[in-house]
């Protein structure tokens, strides 16, 4: 029974040596054997070559964040921006003037007649010391009128900043670079309006 077991042993052991055997076999094949003088000055210069250096990627240049920003002015000398108050948009063209405000082609004091939406239409530029040296170009949709006045007093306030970079921060200080979110509440069912309530029946 020991004899019939050797040769299972012996053959499994060889089963065994052969891949280990394959595996060696690639790296006694890398390894040059140099037979000659010649072979031996061309191993030598192989070893001696420098690496390949990698190929230098192109620098990006980066922004100076700290640069003073540049004034955005088209082609017939005029800053544009939109503004917004509840539910109107307003599109702002400036460019040095006189003062002129024209709104849908209409002027302020026809299309704005009181004089409060008026008042706070020229408050940028109050607030800028710039009052009287831009004209206004704009037209202006939805809401009412004091939903479209503060729509215009926005767009002029980002229009000026961008003709003016410097006034940027007093503009931001009076808060008339933010837009203003108030809206109306929605109604809900089950109410006469947002929160009020019907009538209570007496009868």
Known sequence: MADEKKPETEEAAAADAAPKAEAAAPAEEKSTTVT??????????????????????????????????????????????????KDAVARVWIKPGKGEVTVNKRSIDTYFARPVLRMVINQPFVAAARDKQYDVICTVKGGGLSGQAGAVRHGISKALSLFEPALRDTLKKGGFLTRDARVVERKKYGRAKARKSFQFSKR
Do not use: C, F, H, W
Not at 38 to 54: F, I, K, N, R
Not at 62 to 78: E, F, K, L, T
């Open 36 to 85: 000659d003088l010649s072979q031996l000055g061309e191993a030598m210069a192989a070893a001696d070559a420098p690496a390949p250096t990698p190929a230098a990627t192109p620098v990006t240049p980066v922004s100076d964040p700290s640069a003073p920003a540049q004034p955005q002015i088209d082609a017939q000398g005029r800053s544009y921006a939109t503004g917004k108050r």
